[in-house]
């Protein structure tokens, strides 16, 4: 019998190193699966997918013409040429906002809108130094009580996705990546 002839014996570093990409495989596949499942106890109070938006017209923090508005039926008005919206509601005080935030402005492109919705805050000045410490770009409305209660916002931050005719495509709460909310943009 020749050595060619011998079984070999199995490299015990082609075993470590697969073991260890299924284990962390396996972490991953673990951590998505939470992190969907957490997803979606958190926006399990919000405002249905498919539903219109709540009629509304909020003040903006530095332009007078832009505005959160719907007819009763839910149509968005607004400019005809973003294909979808994102309304993200946040709080001055909300640390998660904090760090959230400043991502929205590596999402605006032409066809999507971004619009930051201030809740529970005291004064003008109060949004104007959080908007400014964070570095957001984009529109800014002051929005109340009564927009919590009609887009459900049980926490910060709290974002929907709509499309041009005001049906929410999306929605969810708590710390979302740049990528995250871009994806949930495409849909």
Not at 58 to 87: K, M, Y
Not at 89 to 94: V, Y
Request: charged share 15%; glycine share 6%.
């Amino acid at each position: 019998m020749s050595n060619s002839d011998s079984p070999k014996p199995s490299d015990p570093v082609s075993g470590t190193l697969r073991s260890q990409w299924l284990r962390r495989g396996a972490e991953l596949l673990v951590f998505l699966l939470l992190f969907i499942i957490l997803s979606h106890w958190l926006s399990r109070h919000m405002l249905d997918a498919g539903s219109s938006a709540p009629s509304t017209t909020l003040p903006a923090l530095n332009n007078p013409d832009a505005t959160l508005q719907s007819t009763p039926t839910g149509r968005l008005i607004w400019p005809a040429e973003h294909e979808r919206t994102l309304v993200y509601f946040f709080a001055p005080w909300c640390s998660i906002c904090r760090v959230s935030m400043p991502g929205l402005n590596l999402l605006g492109h032409d066809d999507l809108r971004i619009v930051a919705v201030a809740l529970d805050w005291e004064t003008r000045e109060e949004v104007e130094a959080f908007v400014s410490s964070v570095g957001f770009s984009g529109e800014v409305l002051l929005g109340n009580d009564t927009t919590a209660q009609q887009y459900q916002v049980q926490g910060y931050p709290s974002y929907y996705v709509m499309d041009r005719q005001g049906r929410i495509q999306h929605q969810d709460r708590g710390l979302s990546t740049p990528p995250g909310l871009w994806l949930r943009t495409q849909w």
